[in-house]
């Protein structure tokens, strides 16, 4: 007759814990590196986000001043002109003799003027901005001269 059986898997054994102590030294060496390593970029994360802010900071600090200075600057601009406009008003109406027309002849002096400047101003600015239009395409040419031998214009009048 045969034996009986036992369909019951084999335990596997222990592992003896007779590591050497050199294994547990390198574990408590990586472990203490890859502490190191992590206390390394936290202080690294708060020292980049510090930075982040105070450049954040002294941005605001910065615009805040700049409107501060821009405000200061319009009143003093509004006052003066208030002021000097009041004078002109006042010697044109001892002059005429009348006060409205004193005030009539400098507000029409002072928005001819105003006119003029901004007349000015805009003529400048499209100058300005032709030009730099022209130096773009000029320096595009030229690049295609050099790259290509010749330019858009060359070749457009090759073709015809």
Do not use: C
């Not at 690294?44 to 200061?72: E, K, M, Q, S, W």
């Amino acid at each position: 007759m045969d034996a009986p059986r036992n369909d019951r898997p084999a335990r596997r054994p222990e592992p003896p814990d007779d590591r050497p102590e050199d294994v547990d030294d390198g574990l408590r060496a990586i472990q203490m590196q890859l502490a190191a390593i992590g206390a390394y970029l936290a202080h690294l994360t708060a020292a980049t986000a510090d930075g982040v802010r105070v450049r954040i900071r002294n941005l605001l600090i910065g615009f805040v001043a700049g409107v501060i200075g821009v405000a200061v600057l319009i009143a003093a601009v509004v006052s003066l002109s208030v002021y000097a406009l009041r004078g002109a008003a006042g010697g044109l109406a001892a002059a005429f003799g009348r006060e409205w027309l004193g005030e009539l002849v400098t507000g029409i002096a002072g928005l001819g003027l105003i006119g003029a400047a901004v007349a000015v101003a805009g003529i400048r600015v499209q100058r300005a901005l032709r030009a730099r239009r022209v130096d773009k395409y000029e320096q595009r040419k030229r690049a295609q001269r050099e790259s290509l031998g010749r330019d858009v214009d060359q070749a457009a009048k090759r073709a015809a």
